[in-house]
């Protein structure tokens, strides 16, 4: 079994920076991207930020600049430092994960999501 546990969300003042972390655990074989997604209230689940096993990175045009997606693979985690904090950026985070598992093919994973909040 294979979970993916975030944490780090919570409620921040315009401007303001939260960090993200997220954990893979379980029967995992390999993990090749990993990544944060979004979803506000009425809104489709959008791309955030993605790296991949090399260390390339991606990321949506809204938080270039702003967010900072990093991995320890040795330790099947992923982060996201979000700084200058926007109101347009509250919403549910997700992580997810393009990974083998031990006795199962390839799959996406997804994280139980944390809420971010950016409010004066």
């Known amino acids: 079994q294979v979970q993916l546990v975030e944490s780090g969300g919570g409620l921040v003042r315009p401007g303001g920076s939260l960090r993200l972390s997220c954990a893979a655990t379980g029967s995992i074989f390999t993990i090749y991207d990993m990544g944060w997604y979004r979803q506000a209230p009425g809104k489709q689940r959008e791309l955030v930020a993605t790296?991949?096993?090399?260390?390339?990175?991606n990321y949506a045009d809204s938080v270039k600049g702003r967010f900072t997606i990093s991995r320890n693979i040795a330790e099947n985690t992923v982060d996201q430092q979000m700084n200058r904090l926007k109101p347009a950026d509250a919403a549910v985070y997700y992580c997810n994960a393009t990974l083998v598992r031990l006795y199962g093919p390839q799959a996406w994973f997804w994280g139980q999501g944390t809420p971010v909040t950016v409010s004066s």
């Open positions: 790296i991949t096993s090399g260390g390339s990175t």
